[in-house]
């Protein structure tokens, strides 16, 4: 499977967003998805996972709040719109996709997925 992210930019403080993630070469309605962040300087972080009936969304507790991961099986499609943004929401964004695991038992861990997108540069200006 392929996934393409987009979305990303430069917004102020206080600003939005809205990233998107497109699958390709297979069908991601039974997977596994999430949203991960970099900074530079630092490792790569959870931002929030989606089972793949969506019916459950943890998010890192630095986004809750301002953050809103959802996915359309239709569409093949993950999405992250982001308000509120902060300064230090600035990294590039992944998204990510697995086929097989524990949902509830290591969502959170960027090495239990298998399939990445390319990643999206968000700066957010003070």
């Known amino acids: 499977v392929q996934l393409q992210a987009s979305g990303g930019g430069l917004v102020q403080a206080g600003g939005s967003l809205r990233l998107s993630c497109a699958g390709s070469g297979r069908t991601l309605r039974s997977s596994t998805m999430g949203w991960f962040r970099q900074a530079p300087g630092k490792e790569r972080e959870i931002v929030a996972a989606?089972?793949?009936?969506?019916?459950?969304?943890p998010y890192a507790d630095s986004v809750k709040g301002r953050f809103t991961i959802s996915r359309d099986n239709a569409k093949n499609t993950l999405y992250l719109q982001m308000n509120s943004l902060k300064p230090e929401d600035t990294a590039v964004y992944f998204c990510?996709?697995?086929?097989?695991?524990?949902?509830?038992?290591?969502?959170?861990?960027?090495?239990?997925?298998?399939?990445w997108g390319q990643g999206t540069l968000v700066t957010v200006s003070s």
């Open positions: 989606v089972y793949w009936s969506g019916s459950s969304t």
């Open positions: 990510a996709a697995r086929f097989i695991g524990d949902f509830y038992t290591d969502y959170q861990v960027a090495d239990r997925y298998m399939h």
